[in-house]
């Protein structure tokens, strides 16, 4: 019999009944004794306190009664749950129908997933071949696979998985037709009697050989499934290769690609050599009409010319370009003996041109900073004098301040002190133009301190330094020099060029057109050619960033400040005869150069007219600056001490 678990008040009333008879007797015996001590405790105040226990001791029996009586009623719950035992008959019945039944299904389930398995790999299969056929179709000719082949082993692969996509519907269907026959069979066998198990177990078996013959039709199947898995992986490798070849040759094609923009840079810059090297022959045109005029010792003008190109490369060679681009200390000076040592090819260097190239390209720069003194000073030294004074320039007059504002150019992350704080100079105007008129400014000034004023009709007002031959030489240099470091695949070459003859041509033009009204003499055409130098020189140091009005703009402004430089450099420091050119050379390379660097601030910002840097302009007057004090004050030391030589 079952066992019913029944719950009773009286178990959790009982304690509780007897704690609280217990504190009535207590509270009783303690109230008798205080009345016979005296404690002086009121009448009244003992009988209600008596009377309060009195009720609760009537509660407590009214409580354990109510309990007691629940207890002797029977308790209205549920009815208890009794497990009841089965015949053994039945028992074994149904279990045996039961191991039947798992047996069946067990292999119908197995099936019936590798059958649904098999059917979803042919899909895919097929999905594949269909992809991977429309691939070679539309492949290349140059391939690495032959085209022919891949494309019958598919076709061949195809047709066999199309047969065997028949065989695996058939075997579905008769799967599927089997599972509904185990499945009747299974609700037979629940309501079966046991007399009639001899003849179950007989179906069964027969059934049960139909399984093992489904089964083995079905591992058939499925091994020939498989053999065509391993064709379609073996394909599926060649392919593979096939695409790494592709994507070899797709890297090569880059590579290819990066190689020839390399080489196409190279030549970019070998063509810049090419353009700023007519420096000086626009130099030698220029001082062409002084052949007869020689020099202190009788060297000509065009002599002076080729013995300063010498001079200013061996010095440049030698000491100039390690002071300018060797490992910087502390952004003043480049290291002695960078390229003697062989420090100059050293790949740890990072350098971003190669450096014959990049030696070249920087040596046309010296050059024509030396070209340029030589120019203004003329006749006033020997030639030997001035190949001293060509050597100077390029070992220390255009390095030293070039590494302050270039070092960066060469080696990565090796910065001048100028060019660490932001100065940007980018086609010489100040590195080349100012600091070359800074030092003909401060020696001529010195000279003409010590040479006493005499007139002399060879050098007339309105004589042009810079005659038309000379300008169209000068102006392809001054290209090169703008437009030569940027990279061939850049789009900035052509409007660079275009914006240096912009620039020239109006600063030309103005030149032209102040002198026209505000003089009568002829020397228009004179300050016209001087101004379209102006505008040359002004325009290299933004060349690159300028929209075309703003070279337009640049380059007439530029007209106008050689004019009216010119005119007080004629009154007030450059005023004697033989200083004619040399006040067209200041007022062209050094105002113009001065002009230049200042417009990298006005209009070197993005957006046409846009507002001025003017944290930039503080930077680019820092540098102008810097270049005419150091300019000047090497001049005069170099004055010193040919003054104390000639004594």
Known sequence: MPTISTHSTRQYCQP????????????????????????????????????LMTTLLALLLCCHSTAYAEEKTPAQTSPPVVEQKSTPAASDKTKLA??????????????????ESSMDNVK????????????????????????????????????????AHVDLEDMRSLISTQGINLEKLQNDLLTLKRNDLTALQRSLNANAADVSSQKFLIENYASGGYETLLKIAELSTKLDKLSQGQSVQKDSKQNERISMIKDLDRLWLLLAIVMVSFVPIAFAIANNKEHNKPLLDGATAQQGVLLVCLAAFFGYFILGFSFMFGPSTGGWLGSMGFVLLGNATEPSLKSTFAFAEFLLY???????????????????????????????????????????????????????????????????????????????????????????????????????????????????SVAGFTAGSLSISSNQIAPTLLNVGLAASAGGLAALLHYRYTRVDKGQVTRSLGGFVTGLVAVSATASTLDFAEALIVGAIAGLIHN????????????????????????????????????????????????????????????????????????????????????
């Open 16 to 51: 509780w009944f007897y704690i609280g008879l217990l504190a009535f007797i207590v509270i009783t015996l303690r109230e008798k004794t205080s009345s016979r001590v005296g404690e002086g405790k009121s009448r009244d105040a003992r009988l209600h306190r008596l009377n």
């Open 98 to 115: 039961t191991k039947i039944t798992d047996a069946e299904s067990e292999p119908k389930t197995q099936a019936q997933a590798q059958l």
């Open 124 to 163: 895919v299969i097929e999905k594949t071949l269909t992809t991977l056929r429309k691939e070679i179709d539309n492949s290349k000719k140059g391939a690495v696979l032959n085209r022919a082949t891949i494309k019958d082993g598919l076709d061949l692969i195809s047709s066999q998985l199309k047969d």
């Open 362 to 476: 920087q040596a046309s720069f010296v050059l024509f900073a030396a070209l340029i003194i030589y120019t203004a000073i003329g006749r006033q030294l020997s030639g030997m004098a001035h190949l001293l004074l060509a050597l100077l320039v390029g070992t220390l007059l255009v390095p030293v301040f070039g590494h302050w504002a270039w070092a960066g150019h060469f080696i990565t992350d090796n910065k001048g002190w100028l060019e660490a704080i932001g100065f940007v100079d980018a086609g010489g105007a100040t590195t080349i133009n100012t600091l070359a008129a800074g030092f003909v400014l401060a020696w001529l000034w010195r000279i003409g301190k010590h040479k006493p004023a005499s007139h002399d009709p060879d050098h007339p007002e309105n004589e042009p330094v810079y005659c038309a031959s000379a300008l169209f030489f000068l102006a392809i």
């Open 564 to 647: 009216v430089t010119y005119t007080l450099l004629r009154k007030s420091i450059l005023q004697q005869v033989w200083q004619v050119r040399a006040a067209y050379i200041v007022a062209i390379h050094g105002a113009g150069g001065i002009w230049g660097s200042v417009c990298v601030a006005l209009f070197g910002t993005e957006g046409l007219f846009a507002m001025p840097n003017m944290g930039q302009l503080g930077l680019q007057l820092t540098g102008t600056a810097s270049a005419l004090i150091y300019s000047v004050g090497l001049a005069n030391a170099v004055f010193f001490l040919y003054a104390r030589y000639n004594k």
